[in-house]
Structures are given as structure tokens and as C-alpha cells.
């Protein structure tokens, strides 16, 4: 009924999955009843005690009067976030109170258990100072709401700049004139809204927020499921939500918003550049070596490879150090290289660029684990241009992070004279462990999709070849993500998450690492993807594209993997990759 009582029904269950309750009532009566309830009850209040002196709020999860006014119990549940996570033994479960921080690097207040667990130590000392009055969730709905009535307007009357021959428009914040699209902004003006130092508006070639505004494929977007995860530092809220478009793409994101006047306004952010940390589950299938199947969890650290037109199209990094928060404390170091979009991790921590020091991934991975237990070794000594702590994670060390970890990331620029910036990103969930990992249904290849890869890929170590154009036929270069007669490429079983995206990586003739990705919907199950070049100087793509056509991959350019990828609400990426090159075993 509540995240309260999902905790309460957890430590009666077996194993801790609050599913598994009814059944074992069935079995043994006895397992619940007054005196087992009150018993997890009161421990519960007990955990929770700085939390509500601090509110100076009394409540009964099971039984006390409930109203969703913001009051109350209620009160209690908007300032906090629970996660209960059943791993097949018991449940990992942690309550995170959304206090404002005292600075963007503050550590978050909350507190991890598991579902057995006799006691529960209480959450950290809460001063009144810490709190302040959450936004309720219908402040929340409203904002989704006009969030929707703006793109329910047409292109043309959501900016007045003109539509270009492909049917979208140009323009900055200037160029949006809806009331129903200013109103979002603080001050009902586009231009207060800045984001990773980028403001709103579109031009070829740069990424900008809101986008959207700009581009007809988004009218009629709506938005739901909208929550309130946190405060930042100046009082401002992070907000999850997911869109779905006029033809059924969808995804989780996250954005800022202020209170003015009893409404929320959207609102940016004060870093210079576009990053992103977030925790990241991968179950990797070798198609070629079929004994080759393992799970590894992560964090994916995402920062945008920012060029330098004037000087041939160079990064303007030099480096970017990431320092991760306990309890991982560790610090990783990412680098550019040439024709990836975002900076990759070197493999020892350090600014080593060489060749042999320098992975192909963003992703440190906590922990690799193969999915059969006969396989011997772990395969960090296999995938050897992949990056992994060092010593792995156990899942009971990964059970200890919190939810909201933050973390630093230091910008070094390839202009000595040019100061780094630091900047903090807090998450939104911690990454789950390996045992958890395993619960969650995973999508997977049709059967005859995956009989098609592995005979196409088994001629080359490196995975699918390209071959050489046909100028008949612009689109016999690209990525066709579907089994012979246009069937589906991939299945959800029940309970999976349905990919939102599909990635593809590999290499260029001339070696250089690509990535490409096409956003799908949830009910596709099949895909096709061009080439997405990054710069005049990439390789993987065949350059110049025919007028006004898609580009097509050039010959000899390699498909590795292929990634069918969705995000939970939480922004927990889950993957499953798809792996079409060969391994050398040691």
C-alpha cells in the first residue's frame, strides 16, 4: 500500500520478496499475525524515530488514519525514498531521507539493511534545519501537465522560427512564443533555462536542451509517472518522469524544477559540461562461444567528447578524473580518443593514454560474474579492453552503497592555461548486486535472428563485416535489426524490460572505435539503424552520404556488439549485449 508497509511485508516474507507473502501465509498461517506485525512495526518507527521527531509527526504504517494532504504519514512519505530489493536470500532494503543537502557534495542521509535482520540501526541525527516542505505529488502532475499541453501544440505555434525542408526548425530560446511552453521556465522565459551550458533552442550539429521544441516528431508527447527523488543543494528538485511520443517511443529521464508561487518551474543546472554517472547491469551473450554468458554490474560515467573545430577537431579535455564516494572510493580516470563522442576510461586509474592503457568503455565494473558456475576464471581476464575494480566488489560490499552516491568529476582541459572544473553529479539508485542482478528478466534474441548473427559473423574474429556499397541499393549498408522475412529480431519475456534503444559498437577501417544508437519503442521488436558519423574525419561511416539519404557504413567497418538497451524509472540502465566477435581465452 506504501513503501512502509512494502518494508514491513518484506521482513515477514521468505527471502524478503514481498511476492512470495501470500504463499507462505498459505502454508503457514501463523506467519503473520498481530504480534509478528507489531514486532516489524516497531522496529521500523524505531529506524525512523530521527526522522519524525524532527517532523514532530507520530504514525502507524499499519494502522494509523492516512490522507494524501502533505501531512502526517503522508508528510513522512514524501520525504523519503525506500528500496526493497529481493536477491533470491532476503531483500537489500534502504530508506534515503530527502533532507536539502548542505553542499552538492554532502553525503545523502539514509540507511541500509537487510530483510532478516533482527535490529535496524536508525537513520543518521535529522536537524528542522535539513527539512523543508516537499512538492506534493499532484505540484508534480501539474508540471506533467504542462509539460504535455505544450507539445500538444503544433511545431508552428510552439516557435515562430521557420520549418526547414526536413520538417523541423532552428532556433534558440527567443524562438519559443506558446504561453503554454514559456510558462514552464522560471520567469516564464526559455532563456533562464541552462543545462550542462548548453540553453534551449537547435542547430545542426550541437546539443541542446528542450530540443524538442523545435522538432515535429514530439508534438502530442506526453508525460507521466512523475516523482520527486531529491533536493539539491539550493533548494531546487530532481524530478523523474517518463515521455512517450506520438508513435510509442518512450524512456525515463530526469529533470530540475523549482517551486514558485505553489508551482513547479523547470530549471537548469550550473555545470559547464553534459556527464552523467549512472548504474549500469549488463548480461553479455557470446553467440559464437556459447559457454560464454556472464553478468557484470557497473557504473556508466558519460562524458560528452567536446571538439575543438579550430584546432582539427581535437577534444578540448585533456583528461577527466572521477573520484567515486564511499563506501567504493575509488578513482577512475577518462580520456578522449579519436572519433568516439564520449571519453573512455583507462585501465590502471591513471592519465596514461597509451595504446595498451587506454579500454574502449566508459563503464567501471564493480563485478563480473559468469552465469554458469562451471566456467572457470572471471571474465575480466578475457575482456581485457574493459575496466573492472580491482579487487571486485563482493554483493555484499555493492548492498552497502547507497542509493544516492555522489560524485566528483574534475574537468583537466588540453589548454593547461584553461582551469579545470569540478562538478558533482548525485545518482539516483545504487547499482544492483549480482544476485539481484539474476532476478531480472533479461529480452533475448529470437531464435532465428540469432541463428542469422551467428552465421554472418562466422567468418570474422571481429564480428559483422560491412562489404562494399551497392549504389542500387543505399540501404544494404546499414544495420537491419530483424530475422530473414522482416521478423522480430528480439522477445520480451514477461517481467523484461523492453528495450528503448539499440546501440551498435565497433570499429572503423581504420580501427578507430564507433558507437551508434536508434531509439526504438517498447513494442518494437525489431530495428534499423544508419550511420551516425562524429566528426568530418570519422571513418565507419562512407562519406559523403548520397543527397539528402541516410549514411551508410563504409567497407570493412566491424560490428561487434549489439545492445539492446532500456532505463527503469530509477535510471538504472539494463542491457543485454549481444556480443558477435570472438574471444581469445587465456
Known sequence: MTPLTTIIVAQLSPEGDPAKLAGAIQLDPAKVSADTISAQVTKLITALQPLLTALNITIDP????????????DRVLDSINVSVRPDGTAANIEITAKTVPTGDNATPVSITFRSGDT????????????????????????????LNACYALPLAQRVDSPVQADGNALGTAANVVAPECKSLFVDNNPANYVVFGASVGREPGKWHPFDALFRFGPTNLKTDRGNFEFFHANGDVAITYRW???????ENETLNARIVDGALKVTGNDFIYRA???????????????????NSIGYNIVVDNVLNAAASFASIFSKVVVTAPAPLNTQVVLVPQQGLSSLVLTKNGTDDATPTNVSTTSIWRLATRHI????????????????????????DQVAKVADQTVWKLEFFHADSARPNVVQYLRTFSRVPTIAEARLQPMVDLTPAMRSELISGSQGSDAGLVFGAPNPADPSENMIDFSAEGDLPGWAVPSGALAPTSVIASGRA????????????RNTSRKAFMSCQPVSPLDQHCLLPRAANGPYQYAQGTSISSLILAARTARQVDVRKNIELWTVSLP
Not at 244 to 249: E, L, Y
Not at 279 to 292: A, F, G, I, R
Not at 372 to 395: H, K, L, M, R
Open 276 to 294: 552523467s554517472v549512472r548504474p549500469q547491469m549488463d548480461e553479455k551473450d557470446y553467440l559464437k562461444q556459447p559457454t560464454l554468458k556472464y
Open 372 to 395: 554458469d558456475a562451471n566456467q572457470p576464471g572471471n571474465p575480466s581476464a578475457f575482456e581485457t579492453t574493459n575496466v573492472y575494480a580491482v579487487p571486485q566488489f563482493t554483493d
Open 244 to 250: 512517450t511520443d506520438s508513435v510509442g517511443n518512450t
Open 62 to 73: 499499519m494502522g494509523g488514519a492516512f490522507t494524501a494532504d502533505g501531512s502526517g504519514q
Open 509 to 520: 577501417p581504420n580501427r578507430d572505435r564507433y558507437t551508434d544508437s536508434v531509439t526504438v
Open 119 to 146: 535490529t535496524i540501526a536508525p537513520l543518521p541525527a535529522i536537524k528542522d534545519s535539513d527539512l523543508k516542505q516537499p512538492p506534493p505529488p499532484a505540484m508534480v502532475q501539474d508540471l506533467l501537465d504542462r
